[in-house]
């Protein structure tokens, strides 16, 4: 059994309100298309039929229209000949041609009046249908924002670690660079710290040796 089962069903039915009850609504809105679009298939092909059946009473009257016709001028043609009695069968005739076309009328009014409601009905299907169909496509470019927006942030969360990881690599190396300058800067430091000593004594024992000399020593 389909989401709907009948005409009224489907024009009556509030479609925001049943895809805020369903579970699955894209899944809700797929079968509401599905059975708006069967009931458009029966409700053109019941019009085409009613159409049909028309056009072939609207024949049928023409005929009946052509028959009432010939038969008037049959009763003409028998009375200007002196054959009334010829006439009178005529114009039986016509009287029974004309009745059957006014049943080719009264049947070709009921055509109409089915073919107008039944045209009436498909316009307030398809009207229904374009408008679940515009549900439809708003819910599916909704999902697809949210894909993309989920996928987006994913991307996001994989860059910002591998950023993370990266800076706490670059800072591992910029600390061992820092470690290795400092290392390969204590040595010549050490070395010129001792060469200043020496020049440094050389000074001293300079100045003392001067003190001797002025002491007379």
Same mark, same amino acid.
């Given at each position: 059994m389909g989401v709907f089962s009948r005409f009224l069903d489907i024009v009556n039915a509030n479609i925001n309100s049943l895809l805020d009850k369903?579970? *699955?609504? !894209?899944?809700?809105?797929?079968? +509401? +298309? &599905?059975?708006?679009e069967d009931t458009l298939i029966e409700l053109k092909s019941s019009c085409a039929a009613k159409m049909a059946s028309r056009a072939k009473t609207d024949r049928a009257y023409k005929e009946a229209l052509n028959a009432v016709q010939r038969w008037q001028n049959r009763a003409e043609l028998a009375i200007s000949k002196g054959r009334e009695d010829l006439a009178r069968e005529a114009l039986l #005739?016509? %009287?029974?041609? %004309?009745?059957?076309? !006014? &049943?080719? #009328?009264?049947e070709m009014a009921t055509y109409d009046e089915l073919i107008k409601t039944a045209k009436g009905e498909i316009t307030q299907i398809e009207d229904k249908l374009t408008t679940v169909k515009q549900k439809y496509q708003m819910m599916v470019e909704r999902a697809k924002r949210a894909?993309? !927006? &989920?996928a987006a942030q994913e991307t996001l969360r994989r860059a910002s670690e591998g950023a993370s990881f990266n800076r706490f690599? *670059?800072?591992?190396e910029k600390i061992d660079r820092m470690q290795a300058n400092n290392d390969?800067?204590?040595?010549p430091s050490s070395l010129d710290e001792k060469f200043r000593d020496l020049e440094e004594m050389d000074d001293i024992d300079a100045e003392i040796e001067?003190?001797?000399k002025r002491a007379g020593l």
């Amino acid at each position: 059994m389909g989401v709907f089962s009948r005409f009224l069903d489907i024009v009556n039915a509030n479609i925001n309100s049943l895809l805020d009850k369903a579970e *699955d609504p !894209e899944k809700m809105i797929k079968l +509401m +298309m &599905q059975e708006m679009e069967d009931t458009l298939i029966e409700l053109k092909s019941s019009c085409a039929a009613k159409m049909a059946s028309r056009a072939k009473t609207d024949r049928a009257y023409k005929e009946a229209l052509n028959a009432v016709q010939r038969w008037q001028n049959r009763a003409e043609l028998a009375i200007s000949k002196g054959r009334e009695d010829l006439a009178r069968e005529a114009l039986l #005739e016509r %009287k029974a041609a %004309k009745a059957t076309l !006014e &049943q080719f #009328e009264k049947e070709m009014a009921t055509y109409d009046e089915l073919i107008k409601t039944a045209k009436g009905e498909i316009t307030q299907i398809e009207d229904k249908l374009t408008t679940v169909k515009q549900k439809y496509q708003m819910m599916v470019e909704r999902a697809k924002r949210a894909r993309e !927006e &989920q996928a987006a942030q994913e991307t996001l969360r994989r860059a910002s670690e591998g950023a993370s990881f990266n800076r706490f690599n *670059d800072m591992e190396e910029k600390i061992d660079r820092m470690q290795a300058n400092n290392d390969l800067n204590r040595r010549p430091s050490s070395l010129d710290e001792k060469f200043r000593d020496l020049e440094e004594m050389d000074d001293i024992d300079a100045e003392i040796e001067e003190l001797r000399k002025r002491a007379g020593l």
